[in-house]
């Protein structure tokens, strides 16, 4: 159970829409906005009339079009790469001002379910020491140490995060070859396969575990930003996508109903065509709050609909609220 004082967060693409303006973006790095998706994926500016950013990318799937998704992945592999450097560096210096820096450091018993795919999460909270890969997703997955004098299995991560879409970093491999023979049997439980060469060496003390069976590169490891994320859209691997996203909600859903504090969200828009991805979430909860810019109208839309659950919003940009030290909190 865990205490008032340390909540349980949700994080939306707002969480990380401050990054840019903590580290030197000349470059054109940090992590990619809704608005942005068009031009980046697409090489347009304007989204056509009638349709939605999500309408494209489940456009092209259907259509077996996937360098959408892989321009999507390599951005995110890019600002996980360059962005968290700057972070990382800011945990390290004594009375650190960064905000995600603060952030993670003030609330540093609790757990974050996420619907983004990025790993800013995982990688500051590896560097705090605590955060594994091997039980830090919520399941068990395979990982190891690159250093041979220590066993992962002597430490234990205090804070998890729950990637709720998929995460670039984590595979599943439902199969195996059989022993002395060419044939391929079904697993009766996958095995995840955590894959952190994914975005270079900012996980610098787990080593990378050799591929295996059921291999898939970044782009195929998340479900797409489509209208309706429940159908997957992706019928190429999406069995792969669904055994972790079903293990990590059955973990989120735990959590929530076995906390005495409420459900924080930051940066997340409850966007209607997202609705079969939160609607699991509130249903077991009991007070939300709300961290966001559009706070208050996010709130008397979910009121009507969820009335069993206390809802209470904070007007903030990420960044913000962490300036007025963790306000509502």
Known sequence: MQSKSQPLFLLGAGFNAD????????EGWGYPMVSELGNICFGIDTIP???SIE?????????NDDEPVKKLTYKLMEADYYITCKFLKDLEAQGSSGSYARFFQHFDKSHFLTFNYDSLPEILLASL???????????NVEAGFKSRKKDLGNFHSTSLVLHLHGTLCVYASAYERERYSAYLKFLDKPTFVFDPDAIGNRFPKFERIPPKLGFKMPEKRFIAPIPNKAKLAQPQFADEIQVFVEATYAKALELIRNSNSPLVTIGYSFNPHDHSSFDPLLMN??????????????????????????????????AEWVSHDFDGL
């Not at 020491?129 to 399941?139: C, F, I, L, S, V």
């Open 19 to 26: 990054a840019k303006s903590e580290v030197d973006t000349s």
């Open 49 to 51: 009339e009638g349709k």
């Open 55 to 63: 309408d494209l990318f489940q456009e092209a799937l259907e259509s």
């Open 129 to 139: 020491e605590r955060w594994y890969p091997h039980d830090g997703y919520g399941m």
């Open 285 to 318: 909860a009991r007070e939300v709050i709300i961290i966001s810019p559009d706070a208050k109208d996010i709130k008397c839309r979910l009121s009507q609909q969820y009335l069993k659950v206390c809802f209470k919003a904070l007007p903030y940009r990420f």
